[in-house]
């Protein structure tokens, strides 16, 4: 059975370009994004490590910890950094995963157990190794989406959905479509309207069920 939203994600040992890790010590009281990528040294997936590498500050405000995932060795990841980093114009300061024996990709179900790396693999032997996992201080998966290996990842999204997250499990509400920090907020139809009045104050009853206020500060 696949990895669903609210599942405490897997605990491991393994070690990164940055040492070894334990993975729930490492996250911490942190919020978490772990990524995964099929190989080091292929071109999408360098443009997408540099754009996780340019959102540093992004992550810290966010009390955020991120971390790649690789089948390769740490020193390959190492070497790879070199690459990265010319590309992002920015040092890529966050740790990568070494899962030369697949057991990470295999614990958050992105390959079947019976999975191998042949010699000679390719990227395409490991593609669906192309996941991002949000993972809240509870160490409970909170999102999560796969990628194709022709489409580059939108870290931006993920920073929105980030943000979404944090709204949601620190205010009590939802989020509609295409939310941004700073535009209303849905109120849970759990709530009743004189519940919602005294939370959130005046709010805006467009539907009996989709009510929408502005949080304050």
């Not at 919020?31 to 997408?48: G, M, N, Q, R, Y």
Request: a negative charge.
């Amino acid at each position: 059975m696949g990895l669903r939203i609210n599942d405490t994600v897997p605990d491991f040992t393994a070690m990164t370009d940055q040492g070894e890790i334990r993975f729930h010590d490492w996250i911490g009281d942190s919020w978490a994004i772990l990524f995964s990528h099929p190989k080091d040294f292929t071109p999408v997936c360098t443009t997408e490590f540099g754009a996780v590498a340019q959102l540093k500050d992004e992550w810290e405000k966010r009390g955020t910890k991120v971390i790649g995932v690789s089948v390769d060795g740490a020193e390959d990841h190492k070497k790879w950094k070199g690459d990265i980093e010319a590309v992002a114009g920015t040092p890529a300061g966050f740790p990568i995963i070494a899962d030369e024996g697949l057991e990470v990709s295999k614990a958050f179900d992105m390959l079947p157990a019976e999975a191998y790396l042949p010699d000679g693999r390719t990227p395409a032997d490991s593609a669906t190794v192309r996941s991002v996992f949000i993972i809240g201080p509870d160490k409970q998966l909170k999102l999560s989406m796969t990628y194709p290996m022709t489409v580059g990842r939108n870290f931006a999204e993920v920073l929105r959905a980030l943000d979404g997250l944090q709204t949601s499990t620190s205010r009590g509400v939802a989020t509609p479509a295409n939310w941004e920090v700073g535009q209303d907020v849905i109120i849970p139809a759990t709530v009743s309207d004189e519940d919602a009045e005294a939370k959130f104050g005046a709010f805006d009853k467009k539907l009996p069920y989709l009510r929408t206020v502005k949080l304050k500060e």
